[in-house]
Structures are given as structure tokens and as C-alpha cells.
């Protein structure tokens, strides 16, 4: 049990749907992640929350749209996807974003939703 | 261009053994580094870090080496057990750049009993 929890865990859809994957962090965290793992490629940091404030993006295309309404809950909204973005969705919390020279935080890894774009 | 190298995909261990498994990168700037463990069906869980000022970091079974003139860093796991056999990730950071992590491929670690 890592205190953060992903649902859905398998996700398929076609490329007209739109969908949500959800992510809860129980551990009191301020900082919330999206990483993307295709297969054998790294993980892509895709977005950053920091106290609700989204302070990254990684050229993320428009059709993933995050919404992080509190500190412990981030979405990641799907619409009109591609085969391509076909990958496992990663989130991670930490405790904060660090200013600019603090020590990293490290960061707690959910266990992921599995996406399948038809 | 990867920043953040893992050469070889896969390695096998006897129980007991040690493992050993590199990671390479290619930007100076990097002084943060950290090696997460990833059993399948759940993610990544955080192992060991290490800062640019030391070369090394110990805990338990598990110590992390760091070249910075050759830019490798590396995982001992000492007696290795079946356990162990996971996927394991390196992940680099500029500590004045954030918290931007920037991970390596991965190395499938197989315990053998």
C-alpha cells in the first residue's frame, strides 16, 4: 500500500471517447505528478501540481487536459486520443515542489492505469 | 537523445549473489540521482538516492556508487534474494532545475534460487 491509489487500473476506449483516470494521494503530500511509460521508453514527466497550481508542463498535447481541484486529488482528462497514446499512466505525489536549490522530494508512485486507444 | 541510460535491459542473479546495475547519463548538470524498484502491476517505489557530493550511499543491502567524471552510477545488491527481481528504474535531477525527474528505460532484474 503505497498511499496513493489510481482508478481505473485497465482503461480501453476508442478514439472518439473521452474518459477521466483519477488519482488519490493519502499521505498529506502538496505535489502531484502524471508520468506517461510507454513500452520500452522511459518514463515522460507529463505534468506537475504543486499546492493545486499546475507548474509544468511537458509539451503535453491538448487532448490530455489534468485537473487537480485539491491537493490530494489529480485527473487527467482524455479526449480523442491516438492509438500512440496508448501507454501506462503513472501518478506520483510528493511533498512539495521544491524551490529552486532545496534538496528533492522523493516522490510515491500509485499503481498506474493501463490505457488501450482503439 | 536519452539523458539517462540503462544498457542492459535484463540480468539474471543467483540468490545470494550480488547485483549490479549501471546507469549512465550524459548531462553534467545532473546532481540528483535515485534508483526506484518496480514490481509489475504496481509502480515505481522509491530505493535509494544520492547526492553529487558524495560517491556513495549505503542502505542495508543496497549501496549506490557515483562516478561524476565518468557520469555512471551504480546499484549493488548484496546477498541478492528472489525478492529483488523487479524492474529497476535510475532517475536523474538538477536540484536547481526542480524537480524534474528524468528516468532511465529500466533494468529487469531476475533472482534465480
Known amino acids: 500500500e503505497t498511499g496513493v491509489t489510481q482508478t481505473p487500473r485497465h482503461l480501453v476506449m476508442g478514439m472518439t471517447n473521452k474518459k477521466s483516470l483519477k488519482c488519490e494521494q493519502h499521505l498529506g503530500h502538496n505535489a502531484m505528478y502524471w508520468y506517461k511509460q510507454s513500452a520500452k521508453k522511459p518514463l515522460e514527466l507529463m505534468f506537475v501540481?504543486?499546492?493545486?497550481?499546475?507548474?509544468e508542463n511537458n509539451s503535453v498535447p491538448s487532448r490530455f487536459s489534468p485537473e487537480c481541484p485539491n491537493s490530494s486529488h489529480l485527473f487527467l482528462h482524455l479526449h480523442t486520443l491516438q492509438p500512440e497514446d496508448s501507454a501506462l499512466y503513472l501518478c506520483?505525489?510528493?511533498?512539495?515542489?521544491?524551490?529552486?536549490?532545496?534538496?528533492?522530494?522523493?516522490?510515491?508512485f500509485g499503481p498506474g492505469t493501463r490505457l488501450l486507444v482503439l | 537523445d536519452q539523458q539517462v541510460k540503462q544498457n542492459s535491459p535484463s540480468l539474471s542473479v543467483q540468490e545470494g549473489r550480488i547485483s549490479i546495475l549501471n546507469c549512465d547519463y550524459t548531462?553534467?548538470?545532473?546532481?540528483?540521482f535515485l534508483w526506484y524498484k518496480k514490481y509489475p502491476a504496481e509502480g515505481p517505489t522509491f530505493l535509494i538516492s544520492i547526492s553529487s557530493i558524495k560517491d556513495k550511499n549505503e542502505d542495508g543491502r543496497f549501496t549506490v556508487f557515483l562516478n561524476k567524471s565518468a557520469k555512471h552510477l551504480s546499484l549493488h545488491i548484496v546477498p541478492s534474494q528472489p525478492g529483488d527481481s523487479a524492474v529497476y528504474f535510475c532517475?536523474?535531477?538538477?536540484?536547481?532545475?526542480?524537480?524534474?525527474?528524468?528516468f532511465g528505460p529500466g533494468t529487469r532484474l531476475s533472482v534465480l534460487p
Open positions: 532517475a536523474a535531477s538538477e536540484i536547481n532545475y526542480g524537480q524534474n525527474f528524468v
Open positions: 548531462n553534467s548538470m545532473f546532481d540528483y
Open positions: 506520483a505525489s510528493s511533498q512539495k515542489w521544491p524551490a529552486v536549490g532545496a534538496v528533492q522530494e522523493t516522490q510515491y
Open positions: 501540481y504543486n499546492f493545486k497550481e499546475q507548474t
